[in-house]
Each structure stands twice: as C-alpha cells, then as structure tokens.
C-alpha cells in the first residue's frame, strides 16, 4: 500500500462489496470474504488506518501463502451453560465469532453472563468490532487475543508476548456505547509499520533493535528487534494474562508456540480468542446504561472531554456523511486487484 496525500471518498457499502470480491477472488469463500470485508471496512470508515485497508496486502499474503484457510468453516461447540468454544479450523476469528453469535447470545440472555473461546484461529484486525455490537444490545462485552511473539517481556531479553489488546464495550445511556481497544504493548503493530512506510520515528521506550538496544527507529523493531510493554511490570503483566486467557483458556496457540517459516508472506498469528459477554439487567446493575453515562459525566466535568470511541464515533459520522476516506492510489490498487 502506498502512502500518498490524495484522497478520494467512496460510500461505506461501495467499500464493502470491493474488499470482498477481492478477498474471494484471492481464495476466501463468499461467507468468510464478507465478514472480513466488513471488518476491514469498518476500520478504514471509523478512521482506524492501520487496521484498515492497510492490511489488505498482509491478508492476501497470508492466503497466497497457504498459512491460513480462507475457506474454512468453523465448527461451534456447545459445552456448557455457560460457555461457547468454536473450532476456526485454521480459518480466521471473525467468520468463528460470527458463527457463533447466537448460541452465546441465547446463554448470555438466559444465565446473565457466558464465554466464546475461539481456538485455531487467526486475528489480523481491530478488536473492538468484535465487542461494540454487544453494547448496542445493552450487553456488556471484553474480548482478549493474542499475536505473534513480538514483545519483550519486562525484564526479559527476546520477544514471548504479542502486542494483545484487550478490547471492552458497555453500553451508554442516550449515547453511543462506550468502547476501547488497546494493545498491551507500547504502540500496535500497525502503527509501527505505518511509522516506517512514512519515515517516521517513535517515541523512547517503545521498542529495541535487535541487540536489544532501545531506539525509536520503527523499521529497527521491526527488523529483528522487539516492541516493549506500555507500562513496564504492568503492561507485561497484561500481556501475560492475554496469553493466558487467548491461548492457554482457549486451547489455541501462545504467542510463540507456532512456526509459520515453512510458508513465506504469513502474516496472520495462528492463536486464540475469548470473549466474556455480560447482560447487566440480570444483576443489581439493572441501570447499567444510566450508570455507565454518569460515570462519563463525571469524566468530563474532571477535565478529560474524550472518551473512549469518540475519535472513532466522529470520523464515522463524517464518513457517513462524504463518504470513508481513502488514498487515491490505495482504491486504485484494491480495484486492480480484480483484474
């Protein structure tokens, strides 16, 4: 993808039907290029650039490799009251998510909280579509995933942990959910690489080369060195948790216990997914939302005027409105695609 000032606007649906006749002109079926599209599109729509048609090339990479399987269907398993696992079959996590959906919403209305594990999976997108959808319902949603071995744990010296965000919606009286999505490394993965292609450099503390010197030269992390926790202890800590709760609670893969060097241009991490749903009204937090818009209140009046999803909640409304910004040559390339 290129990195240019010109920029056209193309509708939000005009978008979505492009990327998935591309994703299922390059090896997904029709049910699993439409739900990525829909996330990849969502991401570009809400401004979220480095989750956008930015990963574009690295999905197509990743097909033409044989790494992932874009045609694979995920297998839902119900094991208990209060728990949903699928089986992504070595597919990707969203179509899993998707196919699961109603089974985990029926327990979650039924015993007021239920879990999705998602093994064999693969995650290359923001995580925060995944959860706000439940806000939107009244629920209360997390989701936890991890990646590829590329953080160093605080006090280590090679990368374990990935950069695994953890994702949370809750839904908000009067007012768009409130929703956040954060990395527990210092910067995600696709800023860094954004950083690069623009010739860019990071702040101090967000990464090493690969002697485990810090710098704040993006293409030197990626290039054999690491990224670092935010946080120090405390990051590292949540990241371990992530590969507890993605990985180990899932029966998917750590952060570093796959090889994909036998399959050249993978670059989605083959691992897990958990999401935790919450039906507020089953407990004494039956005015959750209510709650919740207090709370946000309360914020403000303290001085902190943006909340989590606000960035994200403009940009849609004016993408909406002119229609979702994207790079003249960017579109041009995603139509070449095609040809």
């Known amino acids: 993808m290129t990195n240019t000032d010109e920029v056209t606007r193309i509708a939000f649906a005009e978008l979505k039907t492009l990327l998935a006749r591309v994703f299922e002109r390059h090896g997904t079926s029709a049910e699993v290029a439409a739900v990525l599209a829909d996330n990849c599109a ?6 979220s650039e480095s989750h956008g048609v930015f ?19 995920p297998q839902v398993e119900d094991i208990a009251p209060g728990l949903v696992a699928v089986d992504a079959g070595n597919g990707f996590a969203q179509p899993a998510l998707a196919a699961a959906r109603g089974l985990l919403l029926d327990k979650v209305r039924h015993n007021g909280i239920a879990m999705l594990a998602i093994r064999n999976s693969h995650h290359f997108a923001a995580l925060w579509p995944d959860v706000e959808p439940f806000a939107r319902e009244g629920l209360v949603a997390l ?39 954060l990395a527990t490394s210092a910067i995600a993965h696709g800023d860094v690489q954004i950083a690069a292609r623009e010739g860019q450099l990071l702040p101090e503390g967000y990464g090493v080369d690969s002697d485990g010197r810090p710098t704040c030269d993006p293409a030197a992390i990626l290039n054999g060195g690491a990224l670092l926790p935010f946080g120090g202890y405390k990051g590292s800590a949540l990241s371990m948790m992530v590969e507890l709760l993605a990985a180990a609670l899932t029966g998917g893969n750590f952060s570093f216990e796959f090889d994909w060097s ?35 209140r309360e914020m403000a009046a303290a001085g902190q005027t943006r909340q989590p999803g606000d960035r994200r909640y403009r940009q849609r409304a004016e993408s909406a409105r ?3 910004a994207i790079a003249s040559e960017d579109l041009a390339y995603l139509r070449g695609l095609l040809g």
């Open 55 to 73: 990963r574009i090339p690295g999905y197509l990479s990743t097909l033409a490799s044989g790494w992932v399987d874009g045609r694979a269907v």
């Open 262 to 296: 036998q399959h050249p241009g993978a670059k989605t991490p083959w691992t897990g997914e958990l999401l935790i749903v919450i039906d507020p009204s089953r407990g004494a937090g039956s005015n959750f939302a209510e709650r919740t818009a207090t709370l946000v």
């Open 143 to 181: 989701a936890f995933v991890n990646s590829m071995a590329c953080v160093v744990p605080y006090g280590g010296r090679k990368p374990l942990f990935g950069t695994n965000p953890i994702s949370f919606a809750a839904p908000r009286a009067d007012a768009d959910p409130l929703v956040f999505d």
């Open 42 to 47: 969502s991401a570009q729509r809400d401004g």
């Open 322 to 324: 002119a229609g979702v």
